[in-house]
């Protein structure tokens, strides 16, 4: 009697084993039939409120509850797509705008989409006490500084006024050629004013808005569930101004942050699209199912900080024997793996009509010659300095290469000082590094949103590096409204920065992914801002 | 009672115990299966013509004892003539044959496998003498000098980090155990407290206010290890304190310190052996998540924890990472354990009466 | 009984404080902070958010008002992490799911661990004692780092039986999305509580009490089932307590490798993010649980062990 239910027993879960595969519609087939799209969206977001975040985790969510003036393009970032505005003018020189606001915009509450909502938005992510980390994204308005910094505390005499329900005028501080593109930041997104203020003030940073049964938005799709580190559930907006372009009913965002579970969820069927690839399975899929992953190029770049209060690193020549040591094809192809490409210069390229100066290059031998100029003939006498890192799996290899590189080709020792994120943030602005691992991203379509950072002082600098004529050249592209002078400008003060480098450049960034073929018009794209609405399920 | 005598009954006290454990055969093979592990890791190295920290960037994971090519680069402007290094199973994706046809790129490989030179596009190619027995990992380090050097670190915290908990951890115990009362109470709210302490945020804390070294590592471990030892042996110690022998012993007058250490300390051995045969894995795992947190083996060096750790990530597409790092692990996890039960029965005189 | 029980329970009070007070100290002292960002945060902006969270005061004061805030309200602050919610409300939806898991897991550790342990024991030096003591090392060895993917890769992938990561049933898994995590806590602690198993049964066995019933002639399953396993489980026990308290707060590494939102996965975020309430939010919650079954291993002891009572 116990013997057959043992064996019933084991006939079952063989059965079942048998039977699994075979029958396995999974997760990602069904919901691709009911048109909800299942996103690998890499972490939890901190927030939904486009005014106090700074990650792109939040923005694939916030771009799909809340449209700006100008929305992602579908195909290529560098051009304009209507959203909020169908039509806009500016003048000569590009320092003043005047945007239009299509008929029909709504929130999702149903009230009408208003210029002064705008004013509003504009007023609310600049007030001091927000503390927003992305207000200086505003800075290129007239009056945003000042008021921000609490030295203007009239809003009235920032460059923003609505002229009307309809019309919104943004009066900029000089020529901003770029100015649509920085437009699609999610700074400059609106939010619903009423909802704000029925949650606290204007400037409360902690706020319940954002709360799924709270949200207001004016997006294609609306805020209908957040379980904190399980998923987010977005649905369709049916008051969206173009709901009858939007194709998915909804998009579901899963936090998952180890890659290798994202990639198991991917091929167990519950995951269209991925966050990141695990480095060690692009080969197999480049290998054997070429259509499921995507490479796609990013806007970033990843280089090594060199601090350059060092007594050896003071030295230029120092600087550019690390980077012409640097066999950065070596790496790309046996180390990241991703497509990445070799950054022969600071600025990733595609961004427009601007030349990136691709001056690094790979020497050995005049590596060592200066080298040996400075002071250190093979590497002798060179102080024990160490790269540090946050800890990373991915990052302590590529230093390990790059560890290995020095010391085969210089001679030099240098160690590899690993420090949990947080700490080594705080030695990364502080300056209590030698060399640093950094990566840097760009918000907009334009070179600006690299090369600033390297000006005297600037926060985002770090490396104690200054030259009075990089900073002229910088300052003089602001002023300039014709493209190709401002690029030209820009070009030279690139230069600059390469022929005396505060850092060693290693990559440019991809991404790389995996979708599944049930997504369509997906789109490789720079910022990798993609335009949900767009996007369809099959 | 002279010292000499009582120095002769303690040897000839551990000399049965020897005597018991030489008659365990697992035991003694653990103890030998050990020590050839740690000399297999104190001495290999100086046998294998790699080192530790080496890289061959094209010869990243190759298969365990698979043959390995040379390509010459002679265009290359590096320093010495360099040789990049192909495995056999990568040859097929080599540039230079992209464009032969299948049946070719196999005569080719066939030819180099004879020792001849070939020659395609821009390289010569020929065969290598490199010869890696356990592959190479993602960096094309040879992975079997690498389980050496990391060996010598895991073994050494492990066995390091264990003995500090021991030392703290029973005397900490049996005193606590033993004294009973306030004092007990008090030393056991003082665990319960320690146990609170979050790891993370002690581990961190260390990292940034001491130098980063081994040492640091397993003074941390043993620091967090000793509590449960101390909770094991009081338990044990209040139990045993109201046994006939102990009782005998106070009435004879005794002193604390020479009950503790010759009457309860000898008895609770049993269970602190078993308990550290379970602690030197804990210890070595504990030494990876300290080693990924940042504190500990700094790269390039490697312990077997982190070797592990690596290879699980990429067990789906080089399974031997993880294989070959996890099954020198089990082995000694094993012999210490066998090694651990043989002390066990051995040290337990109750053990004698079977 | 009773009152041993609430003068443990009293002890909570200076156990806790002393766990605060370290806790707070430590994390205030570490370097970096919780507005840390790879661009740099103006300096106004940092000391805007400072104030709002009152993390520009003096500490001894920031110490007391949080100290206030505990005793008067039970208020464990405001999480930097989670802008909308307080770390109570972090606590209360991240708990559940690890006591879940943690629970499951205890059981399928006792219900593997228990047998093989007393199995190993009676049958001393046999075949079964070997084999069940080479799984339990075989669970040792495999940290959970390790057990979990390959448990995730064969029901998951493979046999397509249960869930590779969160708490939504994925495709036609029939397994609850919890089991495979908590089979791979259970793997763990399993061989743990089967060794400890086996030492404390081999201890009892060897004791005249049970020698004198084993030669009386009452049955050997009796004898173990009534007499051996009660006084045998005592190591067992002592491993129980701590072990339970860190299984339901969660364990990070599973809570990673297998996506669930747990507590152990919050403490984490808490210390990386230096989100000082949410750390000390849940080691607070962390230490109530330890203290409390720390209490409930003695009183077990105490039942075990009449002696230990006095």
């Not at chain 3, 205890?106 to 093989?116: K, R, S």
Request: aromatic share 10%; glycine share 8%.
């Amino acid at each position: 009697m116990r013997l057959a239910h043992v064996r019933k027993l084991l006939l079952t879960l063989i059965c079942l084993a048998l039977a699994a595969p075979a029958m396995a519609e999974t997760k990602a087939d069904r919901a691709a039939k009911d048109k909800i799209l299942l996103f690998g969206n890499g972490s939890e977001p901190q927030n939904l409120d486009p005014h106090t975040v700074r990650g792109v985790t939040e923005n694939h969510i916030i771009s799909a509850l809340i449209e700006g003036l100008i929305a992602y393009h579908p195909t290529d970032q560098a051009l304009p797509e209507p959203g909020m505005a169908d039509r806009w003018e500016h003048n000569l020189d590009a320092s003043e705008w005047t945007f239009h606001i299509r008929d029909g915009a709504k929130w999702s509450n149903g009230d009408p989409v208003k210029a002064a909502d705008f004013v509003f938005s504009f007023h609310r992510i600049l007030s001091p006490n927000l503390a927003a980390d992305y207000a200086d994204q505003l800075y290129i308005m007239k009056g945003a500084e000042d008021f921000h910094k609490g030295k203007l505390t009239d809003f009235d005499a920032v460059g923003v006024k609505a002229l009307d329900d309809q019309n919104l005028r943004i009066t900029l501080v000089g020529p901003t050629p770029y100015f649509l593109s920085a437009l699609t930041h999610y700074s400059w997104y609106p939010v619903h004013p009423a909802t704000i203020l029925k949650f606290g003030k204007i400037d409360d940073r902690v706020s319940a808005w954002t709360r799924p049964e709270n949200f207001v938005g004016n997006g294609p799709f609306k805020l209908k569930e957040w379980k904190v580190n399980e998923v987010i559930t977005v649905e369709r907006n049916p008051l969206y101004w173009d709901a009858k372009t939007v194709k998915l009913n909804g998009i579901q965002y899963y936090p998952i942050e180890d890659q290798n579970t994202e990639e198991r969820a991917f091929r167990a069927g519950d995951l269209h699209i991925t966050n990141e690839v695990p480095l060690d399975k692009i080969p197999g899929y480049r290998r054997d199912n070429k259509d499921l992953i995507l490479v796609d190029p990013y806007l970033g770049t990843y280089f090594y900080r060199l601090n350059v209060n060092k007594p050896a690193l003071k030295d230029v020549r120092v600087r550019e024997a690390l980077n012409l040591a640097l066999d950065r094809d070596s790496i790309v192809e046996n180390i990241t793996r991703g497509g990445q490409l070799p950054a022969l210069g600071y600025t990733p390229q595609g961004m427009g009509r601007y030349k990136t100066p691709e001056l690094m290059s790979y020497d050995p031998d005049k590596a060592r010659k200066l080298l040996a100029e400075a002071g250190y003939p093979d590497g002798k006498g060179f102080p024990k300095y160490e790269i540090l890192i946050n800890t990373s799996e991915s990052h302590k290899t590529v230093a390990e290469a790059i560890q290995q590189m020095w010391k085969q080709e210089l001679g030099i020792d240098i160690g590899i000082r690993n420090e949990e994120w947080k700490v080594y943030l705080d030695s990364q602005t502080n300056m209590k590094y030698d060399i640093t691992r950094s990566g840097w991203i760009g918000d907009y379509m334009d070179p600006v949103t690299f090369l600033t950072m390297w000006t005297t002082g600037n926060g985002n600098n770090n490396t104690g590096w200054s030259n009075a004529e990089y900073d002229s050249l910088i300052k003089q592209s602001f002023l300039e409204a014709d493209e190709a002078k401002r690029f030209a400008l820009l070009e030279k003060a690139e230069t600059i920065l390469l022929k005396n480098p505060p850092f060693a450049t290693i990559y440019w960034y991809t991404r790389v992914y995996l979708k599944s073929a049930h997504v369509v018009n997906w789109n490789s794209l720079l910022l990798d801002n993609h335009n949900f609405k767009y996007i369809d399920l099959k | 009672m002279t010292a000499a005598s009582e120095i002769e009954h303690g040897t000839s006290l551990w000399r049965d115990a020897w005597h018991r454990l030489a008659r365990n055969k697992l035991a003694v093979l653990g103890l030998v299966n050990f020590i050839l592990i740690t000399l297999f890791c104190l001495l290999g190295p100086s046998f294998v013509p790699y080192k530790f920290d080496e890289q061959a960037r094209t010869l990243q994971s190759s298969r365990p004892g698979e043959l390995i090519f040379a390509r010459d680069l002679t265009r290359n402007k590096s320093r010495e003539p360099r040789t990049d290094y192909i495995p056999l199973s990568k040859m097929i994706d080599e540039s230079a044959f992209v464009s032969l046809s299948r049946q070719e790129v196999a005569e080719k490989v066939e030819k180099l496998k004879r020792r001849e030179t070939v020659q395609a596009g821009r390289y010569t190619y020929s065969r290598s003498t490199r010869h890696h027995v356990l592959g190479t990992d993602a960096l094309g380090r040879d992975l079997l000098v690498r389980l050496m050097y990391g060996g010598r670190i895991s073994i050494g915290v492990g066995l390091a980090a264990t003995a500090v908990s021991i030392l703290i951890g029973v005397l900490y115990g049996a005193i606590s155990g033993y004294l009973g009362g306030n004092v007990d109470t008090a030393m056991m709210r003082i665990v319960d407290i320690l146990y609170t302490i979050p790891f993370t945020i002690f581990v961190i804390l260390l990292m940034v206010f001491l130098p980063r070294s081994i040492w640091l590592l397993f003074l941390a471990i043993g620091a967090v290890e000793w509590l449960t030892m101390a909770r094991i042996v009081r338990g044990e110690v209040t139990a045993l304190k109201h046994r006939e022998f102990i009782e005998a012993a106070i009435s004879l007058g005794l002193g604390r310190l020479h009950i503790i250490f010759r009457h309860l300390i000898p008895n609770v051995m049993g269970s602190v052996i078993v308990y550290s045969t379970l602690t030197v894995p804990n210890v070595m795992l504990l030494e990876a998540v300290l080693s990924f947190l940042g504190l500990g083996v700094q790269p390039p060096m490697s312990s077997w924890g982190v070797l592990i750790d690596d290879g699980a990530k990429t067990l789906e597409t080089t399974p031997w990472l993880l294989l070959f790092p996890a099954a020198l692990f089990s082995l000694t996890l094993f012999s210490l354990n066998f090694l651990g039960d043989g002390l066990r029965d051995a040290l337990d005189p109750r053990a004698s009466k079977d | 009984m009773i009152k041993f029980t609430l003068q443990r329970l009293l002890q909570l009070v200076p156990v806790l404080l002393i766990v605060i007070t370290v806790t707070f100290w430590m994390s205030k002292k570490a370097p970096g902070g919780p507005f840390s960002a790879e661009r740099k945060v103006a300096p106004q902006v940092m000391a805007k958010m400072n104030a709002y969270y009152g993390l520009d005061k003096p500490l001894l004061q920031q110490y007391l008002l949080y100290l206030k805030n505990l005793v008067l309200r039970g208020d464990l602050g405001p999480s930097f992490t989670y802008p909308t919610e307080s770390v109570n409300q972090v606590i209360a939806r991240s708990f559940p799911v690890s006591l879940q898991v943690g629970s499951l897991a205890m059981l399928l550790a006792l219900f593997i661990g228990i047998p093989l342990g007393v199995l190993a024991a009676v049958k001393k030096n046999s075949l079964a004692d070997y084999f069940s003591m080479s799984f339990a090392m075989s669970g040792i060895c495999l940290p959970t780092f390790v057990m979990g993917p390959i448990l995730a890769i064969v029901f998951g992938l493979w046999l397509k039986w249960g869930n590779v990561f969160g708490l939504e049933k994925s495709g036609n898994a029939w397994l609850p999305p919890i089991f495979l995590p908590a089979l791979t806590l259970g793997l763990f602690y399993g061989a743990y509580v089967a060794r400890l198993t086996r030492s404390g049964m081999l201890e009892i066995l060897n004791q005249d009490y049970i020698r004198t019933a084993r030669a009386k002639g009452v049955g050997s399953f009796r004898v173990i089932w009534k007499h051996a396993l009660k006084g045998g489980m005592m190591p067992v026990v002592s491993f129980l307590g701590p072990a339970l308290a860190g299984l339901i707060s969660g364990s990070f590494v599973v809570e990673k490798v297998f996506k669930l939102p747990g507590l152990g996965n919050e403490f984490i975020k808490g210390a990386f993010n230096r989100d000082y309430s949410l750390i000390l939010g849940t080691v607070i919650f962390y230490a109530v649980l330890i203290v409390l079954f720390n209490l409930l291993v003695d009183i077990i002891h105490a039942w075990l062990d009449p002696r230990i009572r006095q």
